[in-house]
């Protein structure tokens, strides 16, 4: 496990964080299977009846599709600016 000085030196370096390029490209695909999931999930929620039982999951799921996308692009931005990408 990395100490917190060991973190600070690799984001105060010039140099990128190794492995940084990989995990963006990890988020990165990740993030383009969740945005494909959400928008079939949102297909879905239009044609079932939003006051059955089904129509209130989908509701959900694609309430928490949301902020897992926003935790996402979050993560996705610490990389940017750890990595320097």
């Known amino acids: 496990m990395m100490k917190m000085d060991?973190?600070?030196a690799i984001i105060s370096s010039d140099t990128p964080a190794?492995?940084?390029e990989e995990i963006y490209a990890g988020l990165l695909g990740l993030s383009?299977?969740?945005t494909l999931e959400h928008r079939i999930l949102r297909q879905q929620l239009s044609i079932v009846p939003g006051d059955s039982e089904e129509g209130r999951t989908l509701e959900g799921l694609v309430a928490l599709g949301s902020l897992?996308?926003?935790?996402?692009?979050?993560?996705?931005?610490?990389c940017r600016?750890?990595?320097r990408l």
Do not use: Y
């Open 81 to 83: 600016d750890v990595g």
């Open 68 to 78: 897992v996308d926003q935790r996402l692009a979050q993560l996705l931005a610490l």
């Open 6 to 8: 060991e973190s600070k």
């Open 18 to 20: 190794p492995g940084v």
């Open 32 to 34: 383009r299977v969740l």
